[in-house]
């Protein structure tokens, strides 16, 4: 045990063979961990308020997962592949600095990812102590936050080894929760309307499932590539490449989707995506006690990763801080990004608008990040190259291809976007496709094509692939 829970002192630098000693089956658990969380719920939930049949909400669910955790776990491959984390790894497509705008892009989307972690159990507790005539007013809710997130930061700052003891031993526990209130949600009466459908005119309807399949189907997987090589970095190298990838990508698939129907069953009903109301119109007495178990360990899970991946964010924009002092910052400023959906006073169109922002520039990431890696260069990448200076290092300082395939991507995209906000409703999509969302689809190929266009010159030649 002690040596699972020992201090984690690696930084950015490539993890040596002698110290990746994780396993594909570590991976899994690492990653089902942080997607058995209260968030899957609401969003399930969120289809059903936006007025799709319960069966649509379940065919986006299943049928949209299979593409977007398929694309996370391709991203894992990359880690294992080289023992480098996600932000350093993607200098070889933007060029040394170049590569500080994703990472400060990662670095503030985790910060809004912590706040919306913590907002699920701070509202399904208040919801279930408010059973025992706890009200829910803004002391009781601080106070439960304040443990949460020190739980969380605590954690997070220790590093990855204390990450993976945390979900090998309470992966399983949760598993168990699942299956006790799934059984308890889909065998009482009137819990579950399997009847429910859309009210939606079929165009519409169809618009709102492309909607929802960019924000909640594929757009959930894509949501995690940014830091998906930080942890399969430590997988032993005897481990194959497609033990990862399938690991990966069950870890993420199998909780993510039996966890948003679930949410989309109670929805069905309570036609809420409140978390709180969820839990109390359903569970109750033991059951709640339960379902505060799971909801407790869902964000804790979740934001350990977070809190982590962005301190190795920072460090790969060229900061020279301690990890564990970037990690306890990131954790403080969680804390307040908190406060805004804690209070916010219409937490599932804040969610929505939230979702449909990432993804308008996590695709032709994803898009930029996949064509350099598994086209242009063969899945092989220089690794010291890839921490020389900017003025060495192999890669460039600044690769303009990526950067404007990334952008192009990204204006591609939000022309076929049509988001809930003005702002968000692209041209093409509204006048052309009937408000059908294909953004995430566009904006990885536009940004992936266009740098393999862009990127003529040979790849970098290596003499090994892993360090």
């Given at each position: 045990?002690?040596?699972?829970?020992?201090?984690?002192?690696?930084?950015?630098e490539?993890?040596?063979?002698?110290?990746?000693?994780?396993?594909?089956?570590?991976?899994?658990?690492?990653?089902?961990?942080?997607?058995?969380?209260?968030?899957?719920?609401?969003?399930?939930?969120?289809?059903?308020i936006?007025?799709?049949?319960?069966?649509?909400?379940?065919?986006?669910?299943?049928?949209?997962?299979l593409?977007?955790?398929?694309?996370?776990?391709?991203?894992?491959?990359?880690?294992?592949?080289?023992?480098?984390?996600?932000?350093?790894?993607?200098r070889?497509?933007?060029?040394?600095?170049?590569a500080?705008?994703?990472?400060?892009?990662?670095?503030?989307?985790?910060?809004?990812?912590?706040?919306?972690?913590?907002?699920?159990?701070?509202?399904?507790?208040?919801?279930?102590?408010?059973?025992?005539?706890?009200?829910?007013?803004?002391?009781?809710?601080?106070?439960?936050?304040?443990?949460?997130?020190?739980?969380?930061?605590?954690?997070?700052?220790?590093?990855?080894?204390?990450?993976?003891?945390?979900?090998?031993?309470t992966?399983?526990?949760?598993?168990?929760?699942?299956?006790?209130?799934?059984?308890?949600?889909?065998?009482?009466?009137?819990?579950?309307?399997?009847?429910?459908?859309?009210?939606?005119?079929?165009?519409?309807?169809?618009?709102?499932?492309?909607?929802?399949?960019?924000?909640?189907?594929?757009?959930?997987?894509?949501?995690?590539?940014?830091?998906?090589?930080?942890?399969?970095?430590?997988?032993?190298t005897?481990?194959?490449?497609?033990?990862?990838?399938?690991?990966?990508?069950?870890?993420?698939?199998?909780?993510?989707?039996?966890?948003?129907?679930?949410?989309?069953?109670i929805?069905?009903?309570?036609?809420?995506?409140?978390?709180?109301?969820?839990?109390?119109?359903?569970?109750?007495g033991?059951?709640?006690?339960?379902?505060?178990?799971?909801?407790?360990?869902?964000?804790?899970?979740?934001?350990?990763?977070?809190?982590?991946?962005?301190?190795?964010?920072?460090?790969?924009?060229?900061?020279?801080?301690?990890?564990?002092?970037?990690?306890?910052?990131?954790?403080?400023?969680?804390?307040?990004?908190?406060?805004?959906?804690?209070?916010?006073?219409?937490?599932?169109?804040?969610?929505?608008?939230?979702?449909?922002?990432?993804?308008?520039?996590?695709?032709?990431?994803?898009?930029?990040?996949?064509?350099?890696?598994?086209?242009?260069?063969?899945?092989?990448?220089?690794?010291?190259?890839?921490?020389?200076?900017?003025?060495?290092s192999?890669?460039?300082?600044?690769?303009?291809?990526?950067?404007?395939?990334?952008?192009?991507?990204?204006?591609?995209?939000?022309?076929?976007?049509?988001?809930?906000?003005?702002?968000?409703?692209?041209?093409?999509?509204?006048?052309?496709?009937?408000?059908?969302?294909?953004?995430?689809?566009?904006?990885?190929?536009?940004?992936?094509?266009?740098?393999?266009?862009l990127?003529?010159?040979?790849?970098?030649?290596?003499?090994?692939?892993?360090?």
């Amino acid at each position: 045990m002690a040596t699972e829970l020992r201090l984690d002192d690696h930084a950015i630098e490539p993890i040596p063979a002698a110290d990746r000693d994780s396993t594909g089956a570590q991976q899994m658990w690492i990653w089902a961990g942080a997607n058995i969380a209260p968030i899957n719920w609401a969003l399930g939930a969120l289809g059903i308020i936006l007025k799709l049949g319960i069966w649509d909400v379940i065919a986006v669910i299943v049928l949209g997962n299979l593409v977007g955790c398929a694309l996370f776990a391709a991203f894992t491959v990359m880690g294992h592949k080289t023992g480098v984390n996600q932000m350093v790894l993607s200098r070889a497509a933007f060029g040394r600095r170049g590569a500080y705008l994703p990472a400060a892009l990662v670095f503030l989307m985790t910060l809004g990812w912590i706040g919306v972690n913590t907002y699920f159990p701070v509202k399904i507790s208040m919801g279930i102590l408010g059973q025992f005539g706890v009200p829910d007013t803004a002391a009781p809710n601080l106070i439960v936050m304040t443990i949460i997130m020190a739980l969380q930061i605590g954690i997070g700052t220790y590093g990855f080894y204390a990450i993976r003891t945390f979900e090998k031993y309470t992966v399983p526990a949760t598993v168990v929760i699942m299956v006790l209130i799934s059984v308890a949600a889909w065998t009482q009466p009137g819990v579950v309307n399997w009847n429910l459908v859309s009210p939606l005119a079929p165009g519409e309807r169809y618009a709102m499932m492309t909607l929802l399949t960019a924000a909640i189907g594929v757009g959930w997987g894509i949501s995690w590539v940014t830091w998906a090589s930080d942890y399969s970095r430590f997988v032993r190298t005897t481990e194959s490449s497609a033990a990862v990838f399938w690991y990966s990508f069950a870890g993420m698939y199998l909780p993510v989707v039996w966890l948003g129907v679930l949410g989309a069953t109670i929805a069905s009903v309570t036609n809420d995506a409140d978390p709180a109301k969820m839990v109390s119109a359903v569970f109750g007495g033991p059951m709640a006690v339960l379902v505060l178990a799971l909801v407790l360990h869902g964000p804790i899970a979740t934001n350990i990763l977070n809190v982590y991946s962005a301190s190795l964010a920072l460090l790969s924009m060229g900061l020279r801080v301690p990890r564990i002092a970037l990690a306890l910052i990131v954790g403080a400023a969680g804390y307040l990004v908190t406060f805004y959906f804690v209070f916010a006073p219409n937490f599932a169109q804040a969610f929505d608008h939230w979702m449909i922002g990432l993804i308008m520039w996590l695709s032709p990431f994803a898009g930029v990040v996949l064509a350099d890696f598994y086209i242009r260069r063969k899945g092989v990448v220089n690794v010291a190259e890839l921490y020389k200076s900017p003025e060495t290092s192999a890669y460039g300082d600044v690769n303009w291809a990526g950067l404007i395939a990334f952008f192009a991507g990204l204006f591609a995209g939000w022309l076929f976007q049509n988001g809930l906000l003005p702002a968000f409703k692209g041209p093409i999509a509204v006048h052309f496709l009937g408000g059908a969302d294909l953004s995430w689809l566009v904006g990885t190929l536009v940004a992936g094509g266009l740098y393999l266009v862009l990127s003529r010159k040979p790849a970098v030649v290596v003499a090994t692939a892993t360090s």
